[in-house]
């Protein structure tokens, strides 16, 4: 059985850091790229970061510069550090599978979303 646990949003002024963090549990992991999507109140999910499990990364034009996508394979772990964040990162944060072709993100996500974490940035 598939599940993905998504924790440590929080509400933060601008500027503020937020450390994210997923736990993955079954094959799910094991085999595939990891990514960080969003979903903003009235807007569509996005892919914002990936990673794959040997450790290449890409990132939104948005946010890169900004977030750091990690992962603990042994853990089954995926982390995003957020730094210099803004009022337009404001968002519910889900972890899910992703790919990346040429330094792109793409999705590849599936049905087993899991409850997210909120992600509140005040001006």
């Known amino acids: 059985q598939v599940q993905l646990v998504e924790s440590g949003g929080g509400s933060v002024q601008a500027g503020g850091s937020l450390r994210l963090s997923c736990v993955a549990s079954?094959?799910?992991?094991?085999?595939?790229?990891m990514g960080w999507y969003r979903q903003a109140p009235g807007k569509q999910r996005e892919l914002v970061a990936a990673?794959?499990?040997?450790?290449?990364?890409a990132y939104q034009d948005s946010v890169n510069g900004r977030f750091t996508v990690s992962r603990d394979n042994a853990k089954n772990m995926v982390y995003l550090q957020m730094n210099s964040l803004k009022p337009e990162d404001t968002a519910a944060y889900y972890c899910?599978?992703?790919?990346?072709?040429?330094?792109?993100?793409?999705?590849?996500?599936?049905?087993?979303w899991g409850q997210g974490t909120q992600v509140s940035v005040s001006s």
């Open positions: 899910n599978t992703a790919v990346i072709i040429g330094g792109r993100l793409y999705r590849n996500d599936n049905d087993y």
């Open positions: 079954g094959t799910i992991f094991k085999i595939n790229t």
């Open positions: 990673i794959t499990r040997g450790g290449i990364t």
